[in-house]
Structures are given as structure tokens and as C-alpha cells.
């Protein structure tokens, strides 16, 4: 009987904790990925071919930061564009000029914290 006292408590408590979470709370603060082209329709792929436009998308659901996107390319150069705006629901675009065959990642920073980071390869 006390085991059964002790699990209904132990439910109650674990349901009103729930309730306390914020919808938003599953949402993720930002979006990030690359795409084989510049344009806002462009889609995310791990794989771009030398000739293509690549993209480094960047957007902010929650609020207006500021942001630095990093590539690291297959040389293992790491090259950074800081200090960029991204105003709340709006998606920005880095170019990567890049045709060296290998893997790059990309990497996206607010406040100095990793937020993300997305791979793709140029195929040799």
C-alpha cells in the first residue's frame, strides 16, 4: 500500500512538472543547415558538386542575435564570418566559395556557443 502512495505522488508531481513546460519549450532557437545554392527555396544536402553555389543557411526563431558561421574545409583551414544579424524568423544565407573535393563543416555560433553544425562533401 505505501509503495502505491508513494508511485500516485511520484505521478502527480511528474504531471504538474509537465504542465509547467512552456509550449515553445520543444521548439528549436535556431535553424541551420547548407544547401547546393543561394536561394531561399535551396534544400539541405550533405553533397554539392565543385560547380554549384553552396549556402550556409542561417535563421532565428526565437529572438534577434547575432551569429558567426565557420568552415572548416577538407585542408582543415577553418575560415569565420562574425558578428552577423539575424533579425527573429528571417533567413540569412553565407556563400562558401569552395570546389576542393573532400568534407567541409560548418559551424554556427550566438553568445560563443556552438549551436550547430552541418557536413557536406564536394566530390572529387
Keep these: 500500500m505505501k509503495g502505491l502512495k508513494t508511485l500516485a505522488a511520484v505521478l502527480s508531481i511528474s504531471a504538474l512538472l509537465v504542465s509547467l513546460v512552456p509550449a515553445s519549450a520543444g521548439a528549436a532557437a535556431f ?43 577538407p585542408t582543415r583551414k577553418n575560415l569565420c564570418a562574425k558578428s552577423q544579424e539575424a533579425v527573429q524568423g528571417t533567413l540569412y544565407v553565407n556563400k562558401i566559395t569552395s570546389n576542393i573535393p573532400g568534407k567541409h563543416v560548418v559551424s554556427w555560433f550566438v553568445e560563443g556557443k556552438k549551436v550547430g553544425s552541418f557536413n557536406f562533401r564536394v566530390p572529387g
Design 31 to 73: 535553424s541551420h543547415y547548407v544547401a547546393c545554392g543561394l536561394s531561399q527555396n535551396a534544400k539541405p544536402s550533405h553533397k554539392c558538386n565543385k560547380k554549384r553555389d553552396k549556402g550556409a543557411f542561417f535563421k532565428s526563431n526565437a529572438a534577434t542575435v547575432f551569429y558567426s558561421v565557420c568552415v572548416k574545409f
